[in-house]
């Protein structure tokens, strides 16, 4: 071995290094432990406890990672677990830590010659990582389908037995997932996960092992059996030789048949069986392409909605765009004949976020805009159009009300002109939504007064009499409600 301190080689029992001096107690300890652990992995696999060996043995080159004989044991024992590459992983390394007179060299030869298992062993790690992706996919039919192949080329792989096992109970097919265990529990009888999925199978089946050696226990014999009766009286035995003759036809006549004709037989069922068993396969591969396609068609067909859904939404919005500045260019139109209101009233549906180019969302900012100096300018002139049309000055209020929401004294003249124009339950709405927005100025103090009227709490002949007041002076003459004072 090599000193831990200068690397230099020294005798295996050395507890003193000889060239620095180190002492080595601590190493030879070390070196007692693993192999302490290694006889403990030794005694576990002799009795087929697999895991309780390899647990042991990772504990012994835990303490000394040098000793050869712990890793080739633990090769031996992946190896007998199906686990062929951790296997070759150990040999490989006991060689590199221990080059001369190792054991490991054997093995790794025996493996390299043996090419038809190294294929074999490829092939059976395709195939159980394929149906590990199957399984994670949900093709359980399919993982099981491929699982079986798996353990008939590698019968000692556990972690393929156990997946398979697993997906028998997923199936709730419990009798195959024991039987499948009870090969793996030959191989390592104490392997957790395989006693805890039995536990699990018995826990839902309520049969156990117990229950199973009773069932297969051999009835006890009857003790008076053999005995035979005692009596003085005997029967002359007859001849049996003819009938020694006919039984000795009938077993040579079954000879003949078992040797020339069962053969052909069995050969011809067996080879039928195998046919059957294929195409059966075949039909459960098919069966589950076909479900797998038909999910992958439901996916696109999703993916082609969804698609529609957008060029559908883009032709929306590229609709609603063409409109946007269509109504922009009609605001541009009247803005430049001087119809501010027209302008304003155009794009009032429009927001300047719905304008992409930057000369655009000038021009809308330039013909939506209107000073509150241009406001009360259009309210004093619509006011001034009830003296000569209701419907015009209705209109230009209606426009009004478009471009500035909420504004107390255009809903008061609203509320006016339909009272004029004879709409009780129009005019109602419009001084209630006047009063709404500031109670206490003049415009809600006469919508009051007027919704009072309408509401009948006034006579109807002073209703008569202010109607004939405004209708002849109009709102700007009408001194009572300050329409005079914008």
């Given at each position: 071995?090599?000193?831990?301190?200068?690397?230099?080689?020294?005798?295996?029992?050395?507890?003193?290094?000889?060239?620095?001096?180190?002492?080595?107690?601590?190493?030879?300890?070390?070196?007692r432990?693993?192999?302490?652990?290694?006889?403990?992995?030794?005694?576990?696999?002799?009795?087929?406890?697999?895991?309780?060996?390899?647990?042991?043995?990772?504990?012994?080159?835990?303490?000394?990672?040098?000793?050869?004989?712990?890793?080739?044991?633990?090769?031996?024992?992946?190896?007998?677990?199906?686990?062929i590459?951790?296997?070759?992983?150990?040999?490989?390394?006991?060689?590199y830590?221990?080059?001369?007179?190792?054991?490991?060299d054997?093995?790794?030869?025996?493996?390299?010659?043996?090419?038809?298992?190294?294929?074999?062993?490829?092939?059976?790690?395709?195939?159980?990582?394929a149906?590990?992706?199957?399984?994670?996919?949900?093709?359980?039919?399919?993982?099981?389908?491929?699982?079986?192949?798996?353990?008939?080329?590698?019968?000692?792989?556990?972690?393929?037995?156990?997946?398979?096992?697993?997906?028998?109970?997923?199936?709730?097919?419990?009798?195959?997932?024991?039987?499948?265990?009870q090969?793996?529990?030959?191989?390592?009888?104490?392997?957790?996960?395989?006693?805890?999925y039995?536990?699990e199978?018995?826990?839902?089946?309520?049969?156990?092992?117990?229950?199973?050696?009773?069932?297969?226990?051999?009835?006890?014999?009857d003790?008076?059996?053999?005995?035979?009766?005692?009596?003085?009286?005997h029967?002359?035995?007859?001849s049996?030789?003819?009938?020694?003759?006919?039984?000795i036809?009938?077993?040579?006549?079954?000879?003949?048949?078992?040797?020339?004709?069962?053969?052909?037989?069995?050969?011809?069922?067996?080879?039928?069986?195998?046919?059957?068993?294929?195409?059966?396969?075949?039909?459960?591969?098919?069966?589950t392409?076909?479900?797998?396609?038909?999910?992958?068609?439901?996916?696109?067909?999703?993916?082609?909605?969804?698609?529609?859904?957008?060029?559908?939404?883009?032709?929306?919005?590229?609709q609603?765009?063409?409109?946007?500045?269509?109504?922009?260019?009609?605001?541009?139109?009247?803005?430049?004949?001087?119809?501010?209101?027209?302008?304003?009233?155009?794009?009032g549906?429009?927001?300047?976020?719905?304008?992409?180019?930057?000369?655009?969302?000038?021009?809308?900012?330039?013909?939506?805009t209107?000073?509150?100096?241009?406001?009360?300018?259009?309210?004093?002139?619509?006011?001034?159009?009830?003296?000569?049309?209701?419907?015009e000055?209705?209109?230009?209020?209606?426009?009004?009300?478009?471009?500035?929401?909420?504004?107390?004294?255009?809903?008061?003249?609203?509320?006016?002109?339909?009272?004029?124009?004879?709409?009780?339950?129009?005019?109602k709405?419009?001084?209630?939504?006047?009063?709404?927005?500031?109670?206490?100025?003049?415009e809600?103090?006469q919508?009051?007064?007027?919704?009072s009227?309408?509401?009948?709490?006034?006579?109807?002949?002073?209703?008569?009499?202010?109607?004939?007041?405004?209708?002849?002076?109009g709102?700007?003459?009408?001194?009572?409600?300050?329409?005079?004072?914008?």
């Open positions: 071995m090599k000193c831990p301190v200068c690397g230099a080689k020294v005798a295996d029992n050395a507890y003193q290094c000889g060239f620095c001096g180190s002492d080595l107690s601590v190493v030879q300890y070390l070196k432990v693993s192999g302490t652990y290694y006889n403990i992995g030794l005694d576990r696999a002799r009795v087929r406890d697999l895991t309780g060996s390899v647990e042991a043995l990772k504990k012994s080159l835990r303490f000394f990672k040098e000793n050869k004989d712990a890793r080739n044991l633990l090769g031996l024992v992946y190896y007998e677990m199906g686990e590459t951790a296997a070759l992983s150990e040999w490989v390394l006991s060689k830590l221990v080059p001369e007179k190792n054991s490991a054997y093995y790794i030869d025996t493996l390299q010659k043996n090419t038809v298992a190294v294929d074999a062993t490829d092939q059976t790690i395709k195939k159980y990582n149906a590990l992706a199957s399984a994670q996919s949900g093709n359980a039919d399919l993982a099981i389908i491929q699982l079986k192949k798996v353990v008939s080329l590698n019968p000692h792989f556990i972690r393929a037995a156990h997946l398979l096992a697993l997906l028998y109970m997923k199936e709730k097919e419990y009798a195959k997932a024991e039987k499948c265990l090969r793996v529990r030959k191989i390592d009888t104490n392997n957790t996960t395989t006693l805890r039995l536990k199978i018995y826990e839902v089946t309520g049969g156990g092992e117990i229950q199973d050696k009773a069932k297969k226990a051999k009835p006890k014999k003790p008076l059996e053999n005995v035979k009766p005692v009596g003085t009286y029967e002359e035995k007859r049996l030789m003819p009938f020694m003759y006919l039984i036809g009938l077993v040579v006549g079954i000879a003949v048949t078992f040797v020339l004709i069962r053969p052909t037989l069995m050969k011809g069922s067996m080879d039928k069986g195998s046919e059957i068993a294929d195409v059966n396969e075949k039909l459960s591969v098919k069966d392409q076909i479900t797998s396609l038909q999910g992958e068609k439901e996916d696109l067909q999703n993916q082609i909605n969804d698609l529609n859904e957008k060029i559908k939404n883009s032709d929306t919005k590229a609603k765009e063409s409109e946007n500045y269509e109504k922009l260019l009609k605001a541009v139109s009247l803005y430049i004949a001087g119809d501010r209101l027209g302008a304003v009233a155009a794009v549906d429009c927001k300047k976020k719905d304008f992409t180019l930057k000369e655009a969302k000038s021009l809308y900012v330039t013909v939506s209107i000073t509150d100096q241009e406001l009360q300018s259009m309210i004093t002139k619509a006011r001034e159009m009830i003296n000569t049309s209701y419907d000055a209705l209109k230009q209020l209606k426009a009004l009300n478009k471009v500035a929401k909420n504004n107390q004294k255009i809903l008061y003249l609203i509320g006016r002109c339909y009272q004029y124009k004879g709409n009780k339950e129009k005019a709405k419009y001084y209630e939504k006047a009063i709404e927005i500031q109670a206490g100025t003049e809600a103090v919508a009051d007064k007027y919704l009227e309408l509401n009948g709490t006034a006579k109807k002949k002073t209703e008569k009499r202010n109607d004939n007041n405004t209708g002849d002076n709102d700007t003459g009408d001194t009572g409600e300050g329409d005079t004072q914008e």
